[in-house]
């Protein structure tokens, strides 16, 4: 409470209270508008304070209590002008307020101000390593999409994809090429294994050989529609035959082509994971400025969102102290030395009058009795 109390008698307050109201047209602050009694009249007229000085007058007229036990300060101001007194009281006390409100207000203002500023720079700063991040990338053929991906990374991964499918591809092709070699003699095994879609021809082929064996059984090889059957069974067979031949072969090449697909694979990916090693390392200061960048971001973010709650907080200009009463205009004058004033002027009376009636009776060369001019003619 000391300091607050030290606020309110302040230089600058009390300069402000004269300036308000007007003290230094009043007598009783300013020496110069004074009225002079005789022989001070005599004396060269005092001059008209300043500023400083008239600030440094109404201090003298302030005063200011803290209540016990509580954190409660009383201000009081001393005048002749009972409305003068009440109306220096409460201005002191409403300059208390505005000075703590200012002083919050300012506060917040120099916050914001610190934001904004290191914001511009962060942001600077987050556009020059977004810049130098961009040269790096294109420089170590870093992929910028992919955070910390490489052009040979991403060129790997396809390729690894790519060599999963051909060789599943592979082991497809080598299985029905498989079956159909293990198949053996059995051409109806072997054409199913490589050439499912000669399934109608086959129903076909099994269709007439039961009809060429009921056939022969009833008649004779000369047989008009012996012979016939025959004949379409025999072109049947030869078209499934040429057909299934076809099948094989394509077979064949497809694990032929699969197989070198694969190998192609295999050697494009060991010459790319070469390539990767190699960019991993080159790509290392790329992901020390993806971090910086990072960061940069991460407090430009943070900022921003202190901006906002800053803006948002009124409690930061709101005073901590108000006024519980104003001051009222005193009824009669106050004065906590009356007694002491009042002693001390009778003594002081006294003191003076002995002084004077000594200085009488010094001075004095008057003759008072007879005795006194026999002495004073011989």
Known sequence: MASQSAIVLALP????IATRLHLDQLPEFNPALRKRIFPLSLLPAPAAPDAATLAQIVQTHLAVSVQPGARVIAVHFSARSPDLAAAGANLAMQL??????????QALNDAQSWLETHSAQVQQQLDETETQLAKARAGAGVVAATQGSTLTGETASRLAASLVEAQAALAMARARLDAATEAGGDAAAANAAVAPNLLPLRTQQAQLASQVKSLASEYGPAYPALVTARAQLSAVTAQIDAEAGREMQAARADVAADEAQVRTLQAALAHIRIASQTEDEESAPVR??????EAGRDMLRAMTLQAGQLAQDASLTRPEARILSMAAVPARPESKHYAMVLSAATVLGLCLGVLLAGLRDTLDRSLRSGNEVRAALG
């Open 288 to 293: 020390a400025l993806e971090q910086r960048a």
């Open 96 to 105: 208390y307020l505005d000075q703590g409100r200012d002083v919050a207000f």
């Open 13 to 16: 307050a009390a300069a402000a």
